[in-house]
């Protein structure tokens, strides 16, 4: 079913740009002992394009613990404001590898940008009640998915992971989602937005949720835990090119970003402690956010939704073969496996 929505863009980006550039590409294979040193022990430098987000943390926690170079990598991040600036630099081979939203990647994988799909970036908690990822409103009247028809609701981009998620869940509340007008806005003037009643609701993310609710606003749902119990966000990715031509580093860093993800998952204080490092958070806002989970093997249950979700829009300019896609991760755990570890 094609919908169309009113969208008014109040931010510069574009969202084929953005989609392109928050595609991300993969290679697998290789186990946990994988390593791409050096026979006299040098680390292989490699750069990865992150954005300054609370889901990142696994990077510079991996950095931090000798991960990476266990698995003889020196990592150097770089930090882009979103996908457009780390998508071009990944085909480019300024970045060896970069970070981004799944939906995002499965739309500039129908471009025909030569992205795999490599590891698991992060997700969705799963607890209805603490979780990162959420639509919110500071009007006492809105309570439910059903009550944002005919109204403006902010995301930090259209024709993406945002809107596309709130529409599903308001369909799937019984709400009629050609209703709503999106209005494009960064995560950080939402609180504000919401708050001086510029937009009426807000798709937001941590650590937003927290400064939106300390300034009155309220939850008024998980809506990602709404279409699906477990839900993937994002995920790391590389060239095909870089990929085929250096397995072994794609296979040490998936190695490398596997375990910071099961070691963030596992000690969440050093989590909120290296936020302040790499992040400018207001004093005391990382002991209260609430975190993301973190585990290994990549989701391709969420990548069908994705797709399915991306289709019905009419946002995939081709085709995506998704088995190509995500030929280099592993895809043979799910995450109520890798919770259960």
């Known amino acids: ?3 169309t929505t009113t969208t008014r863009r109040v931010a510069a980006s574009a969202a084929a740009a953005v989609a ?5 590409a993969a290679c697998g294979g ?12 040098e680390l292989t430098p490699v ?4 954005i300054p987000i609370i889901d990142v943390a696994p990077v510079y926690l991996g950095i931090e613990q000798g991960i990476f170079e266990e698995h003889g990598l020196d990592v150097t991040p770089e930090s882009g404001q979103g996908g457009a600036a780390i998508v071009p630099s990944v085909i480019s081979g300024d970045f060896q590898f970069g970070f981004g939203n799944s939906m995002s990647t499965v739309i500039g994988a129908s471009t025909g940008i030569d992205l795999r799909v490599i590891a698991s970036g992060n997700w969705s908690s799963g607890d209805r009640d603490n979780d990162g990822y959420t639509i919110m409103s500071a009007d006492d009247s809105i309570t439910e998915l059903t009550d944002l028809e005919g109204m403006t609701v902010a995301t930090n981009t259209v024709n993406a992971i945002g809107d596309s998620v709130v529409m599903e869940a308001v369909e799937l509340a019984g709400g009629d989602p050609d209703t709503i007008e999106f209005v494009e806005m960064p995560f950080p003037d939402m609180p504000a937005a919401m ?3 510029q937009v009426d609701a807000a798709w937001i993310v941590e650590p937003f949720v927290t400064m939106s609710l300390d300034l009155g606003a309220h939850i008024v749902s998980p809506v990602l835990l709404d279409i699906a119990d477990e839900w993937e966000i994002s995920t790391y990715f590389t060239s095909g090119t870089y990929a085929d031509a250096n397995p ?7 190695a490398a970003i596997n375990e910071s993800a099961t070691y963030a998952q596992e000690h969440p204080d050093e989590v909120r402690a290296i936020l302040d490092e790499y992040l400018e958070l207001p004093e005391g806002l990382a002991d209260r956010v609430i975190l993301p989970a973190w585990h290994p093997g990549v989701s391709r249950d969420t990548f069908d939704i994705y797709y399915r979700m991306a289709e019905e829009r009419d946002l995939l300019q081709g085709e995506v073969d998704l088995d190509l896609l995500l030929s280099y991760a592993d895809t043979g755990e ?8």
């Open 1 to 3: 079913m094609t919908r």
């Open 20 to 24: 392109a550039a928050l595609v991300l």
């Open 30 to 41: 290789g186990d946990d002992d994988s390593s791409a040193g050096g026979e006299d022990g």
């Open 47 to 50: 750069t990865v394009g992150l």
């Open 195 to 197: 708050d001086s009643g």
């Open 248 to 254: 072994e580093v794609v296979d040490a860093f998936r």
């Open 334 to 341: 799910s995450s109520s496996e890798a919770q259960s570890e």
